[in-house]
């Protein structure tokens, strides 16, 4: 049986005038992905690693953690060290399907991006994977609210940036025979067609494990996708 992890949902934060934290949670892809992260749990006697990721405007660090952390927290932040307004949102669901929030990985958008800032500056992409992964002035059909850049440096696609997710979602989980279950929903932030691009991406950028797109209506109805093995044109980068 694969290792399996799970990436519950891709919600949104911003700060508004008063500095509150405006939240667009994806609460229905949250609350699938730990719905089978404790049933994994009650079968197996083992919490599998379970992330949720967070897009976002302004520096994530600085605008959207609790104050007095560590630089190693600040680097792999839990949802319970985020601003309590997010915890808040999310603090329900969990204490209901039994998953403490410390239990679980806050991935965000500034790492992502400075995840695939670092691959294409120290690996040998080859052109045709890059131009996939950065956009010079176009916005990401897939997800414009994703592919933005400053000045005139290349724009990152949506692709890339949920490429650099599904990475971060197994990153304690190296064996070739990892499962990563991905639950979201169809918003602006994460559109089905960026996501699709966001697995092959993936793939060709070297991630050993398999992948399942699962999608979460807006009534809560979950659409099963197909596990997906990899089936890279690269090494697998380990920056």
């Not at 104050?67 to 949102?89: C, D, T, W, Y």
């Not at 679980?104 to 120290?122: F, K, P, Q, W």
Request: proline share 6%; glycine share 8%.
């Amino acid at each position: 049986m694969p290792s399996v992890c799970i990436l519950a949902g891709n919600s949104r934060l911003a700060l508004r005038e008063d500095l509150s934290v405006a939240v667009q949670p994806q609460l229905g892809a949250f609350e699938a992905g730990l719905t089978l992260a404790g049933d994994i749990l009650a079968e197996t006697g083992v919490l599998p690693m379970v992330s949720v990721a967070f897009d976002h405007r302004g520096v994530f660090r600085r605008q959207f953690l609790v104050p007095g952390l560590s630089n190693s927290q600040k680097r792999h932040p839990r949802l319970s060290q985020l601003h309590p307004e997010i915890v808040a949102i999310f603090d329900d669901s969990a204490r209901r399907l039994g998953i403490p929030l410390e239990q679980i990985m806050a991935l965000h958008e500034d790492s992502a991006r400075t995840h695939i800032d670092h691959l294409l500056s120290t690996t040998a992409v080859p052109w045709e994977v890059r131009s996939r992964m950065t956009s010079m002035g176009e916005i990401d059909a897939a997800a414009p609210a994703c592919s933005v850049g400053p000045g005139n440096r290349p724009r990152i696609t949506c692709a890339a940036i949920t490429s650099a997710y599904f990475r971060a979602a197994c990153s304690t989980a190296r064996e070739s025979e990892t499962l990563l279950e991905v639950f979201f929903e169809d918003t602006p932030w994460s559109r089905v067609l960026a996501y699709v691009r966001g697995l092959q991406l993936s793939h060709t950028l070297g991630s050993a494990g398999s992948i399942r797109l699962n999608l979460v209506d807006s009534d809560g109805t979950l659409q099963r996708g197909e596990i997906i093995p990899c089936q890279s044109i690269m090494p697998a980068y380990q920056g």
